[in-house]
């Protein structure tokens, strides 16, 4: 008989293929269940360490021993004719299956319900770190300090690589390669990696490097430099202790254009070994794609990232980005990575209404749809899926679904994060929004714009406190953000603080349009007619379409609703023939624009709320009411928990202005325990477009309500 067969009749095999599942079953149970205990890191190990020792004497034990009816007997004991085997075979094969059912069933159940709960507690505890990151402690004023928690030493920033090419319009070449070899290491979930928007604001070389890490909240920093000479690369990267200024590792690269890609994951896999970080498989996986194998392509790829990293304010810079990205298509119509980034950012022109006939959407579309062909559930195709069921389809719980499920996969990228922070607040969820937020500053603590919307969520959830103090890290890291600026003073309205908006207002640039704007406002709120006039005037004739969030949602430029207030204050101060005109402009500028029919819903409904409030302060009521109506009906509550109750006050609004109480009232009620609406008991009595209602009793009961909700 051969061994094989030998082996087969004694069961060796089925007993190896037994022990291996049940193993990896213990194992997977033991890492999960023994951490709940408070059980010591070795313990784990020691389990493995045990069963995997104890594999060859099972092995030896299967081939020496046979169980029969009368016990476990020697094999050689025990004659052929009375062996059991072929049953003793049948029940192993009967264990194998149901081991291997049960580790199906415990893979199903740690993907699908232990993971995401590990996860939202690991986000949680982050959020919970009030000032976790100095940028955050620092900017907040008069603020006490909370503790930052420990640096991990398994924590690196990658700041900007230093051109040395002769030809210094290759600095995007240099930037790409910087952002490409970041890009490899946020792939790493052992480790913590800084995004890269938090890194650019330093020098390539920088003398204070302790310094610089202790703001990110990393342990090591990478330096690089990049020179290119034609078709030829050096990349020389060098790993630093940040402690010490100890170099840990050093290497030069020199590379062809042809073969750039495969530095990135050498790059990170090194850098992983020094840092004693854990690679999985499917890590080395993705650190292994090629995204494309044209150099002139992937040329014009950096180009375009480097564009993509402009704040967008303007179609002309989205058109010169989507420029670079087809370019880079053109070359290798085989692109996928391109083709989603064509997607995402034909999606995000027409999310803040620089399309409005929908062309950019349908070529994103069409880029979704061939980067879906190229390379099916990829990261950069479900990212792409997420931002189009977000931004085109407003399927936020899909979307949502979508970012979660890439955080395993991208464990270090902050948009992620942030991208699940803006989606779950739209869902009501604004706890996990600010966990989700509270990640992303982390993982980038100089993100101005991550630090904007963290204290946005933290504002419509009733916490002016910390959430003012992220509107500050985000001020300090934006100086000229009128949207932290409108949103700190909206907490200090609400408060009825209107000193310490004057006080905000006092240290912002008084030459802005955009301030005078907020000036002219929080004077017409404290019903100084005359000077919020003259503020009012000079900032709509000067704003041109520049947004605020905190007006019209942020959908129209804000001096649609400077106009608005400014008639409602021309009509108290007694000058209606200036009120009817600025009615009877914004009305004609309203209903054009809702002719042109507008491609994106929410910049439609705010048209509406605008035609609304301008035909009731022309006294046709019954319109008015009507345009209120349809507007919150095109963006529910129901459908968007972040910006419905903010249609719905212009609605209120709309009928407080028409005198109708019986309606209005009702409204308020509800926005008064509807956190998001950021309406309090203080707006009522200080805003002058609630005066018609002063006389009603549910008005008054409203009005009698103590604190700020």
């Avoid at 910087?178 to 480790?191: C, E, M, N, P, R």
Wanted: with cysteine; charged share 20%.
């Amino acid at each position: 008989m051969s061994l094989i067969a030998e082996l087969r009749r004694r069961n060796v095999i089925r007993m190896a293929g037994l022990y291996l599942v049940a193993a990896w079953l213990i194992t997977q149970v033991a890492g999960t269940v023994l951490p709940m205990f408070g059980a010591p890191d070795w313990v784990p190990r020691t389990v493995v360490i045990v069963l995997a020792i104890g594999f060859v004497p099972a092995l030896a034990f299967a081939w020496i021993f046979e169980l029969t009816p009368d016990g476990i007997k020697r094999d050689e004991e025990v004659p052929l004719e009375k062996s059991i085997a072929p049953q003793t075979a049948q029940r192993m094969n009967r264990m194998i299956i149901a081991m291997l059912m049960l580790a199906l069933i415990y893979f199903g159940l740690d993907k699908f319900v232990l993971a995401p709960r590990r996860a939202a507690a690991d986000v949680a505890t982050v959020a919970a770190d009030a000032g976790r990151s100095p940028a955050s402690s620092n900017a907040a004023s008069g603020a006490s300090a909370a503790p930052i928690p420990a640096i991990s030493s398994k924590s690196i920033a990658v700041l900007p690589f230093e051109n040395l090419s002769e030809d210094k319009a290759n600095g995007y070449f240099a930037d790409g390669i910087q952002d490409q070899i970041l890009t490899g290491l946020a792939k790493i979930g052992d480790l913590k990696v800084i995004s890269r928007t938090s890194t650019q604001q330093y020098a390539s070389r920088p003398d204070n490097l302790s310094h610089i890490a202790n703001e990110l909240g990393v342990a090591h920093i990478l330096e690089g430099s990049v020179q290119r000479d034609g078709n030829k690369v050096r990349i020389n990267v060098q790993l630093i202790d940040a402690a010490t200024d100890n170099h840990v590792w050093a290497e030069i690269y020199d590379r062809t254009l042809n073969d750039i890609f495969a530095v990135q994951s050498e790059v990170a896999e090194e850098i992983a070994k020094q840092l004693a970080a854990n690679i999985s498989r499917g890590e080395q996986e993705a650190l292994a794609e090629i995204p494309t194998k044209v150099p002139a392509a992937y040329d014009a790829y950096l180009k375009a990232r480097a564009l993509n990293s402009r704040v967008l304010q303007t179609r002309q810079q989205a058109d010169e980005t989507l420029a670079a990205y087809r370019e880079a298509v053109r070359l290798d119509p085989d692109f996928s990575l391109a083709w989603a980034q064509i997607a995402r950012e034909s999606f995000r022109v027409g999310w803040i209404g620089l399309d409005p006939s929908g062309k950019l959407r349908m070529e994103g579309e069409h880029a979704l749809a061939r980067t879906t062909e190229l390379a099916p559930g990829s990261v950069h195709t479900e990212i792409a899926r997420g931002v189009h069921m977000y931004y085109v389809k407003r399927d936020f719980a899909g979307a949502l679904a979508v970012m979660d499920s890439l955080k395993a996969r991208l464990p270090n990228d902050a948009d992620i994060w942030m991208w699940a922070g803006y989606l779950s607040r739209r869902l009501g969820k604004f706890d996990q929004s600010d966990a989700n937020f509270g990640r992303a500053r982390e993982l980038s603590p100089n993100d101005a714009n991550i630090a904007y919307h963290h204290g946005v969520t933290l504002v419509v959830m009733g916490d002016c406190e910390r959430g003012v103090r992220e509107l500050d890290a985000a001020a300090a890291l934006s100086p000229n953000n009128t949207h932290a600026l409108a949103m700190k003073l909206q907490c200090a309205w609400a408060e009825g603080d209107f000193p310490r908006a004057t006080a905000y207002l006092a240290a912002a640039d008084s030459s802005s349009p955009a301030v005078k704007g907020l000036v002219g406002t929080h004077l017409f709120l404290q019903r100084d007619y005359k000077a919020a006039i003259t503020q009012l005037q000079v900032a709509i004739a000067g704003s041109g379409d520049t947004l605020i969030d905190a007006s019209m949602n942020g959908y129209l430029p804000a001096r649609i609703e400077w106009q608005l207030n400014l008639a409602f204050g021309q009509r108290l101060a007694g000058a209606e023939a200036q009120a009817v005109a600025n009615y009877r402009q914004v009305k004609a500028e309203a209903t054009r624009a809702l002719a042109a029919k507008p491609d994106n819903r929410y910049v439609e409904t705010a048209w509406h709320c605008v035609l609304g409030m301008a035909l009731a302060g022309l006294g046709e009521r019954d319109a008015a009411a009507a345009q209120g109506k349809l507007a919150v009906s095109l963006v529910p509550e129901s459908a968007d928990q972040l910006e419905g109750p903010g249609w719905v006050v212009y609605q209120a609004r709309i009928h407080a202005m028409n005198g109708d109480a019986a309606n209005a009232v009702p409204l308020l009620r509800h926005l008064m325990q509807t956190p998001a609406a950021v309406l309090s008991a203080q707006n009522l009595r200080s805003e002058p477009y609630w005066d018609s209602l002063r006389d009603d009793p549910g008005f008054q009961a409203l009005v009698a309500k103590k604190g700020t909700r």
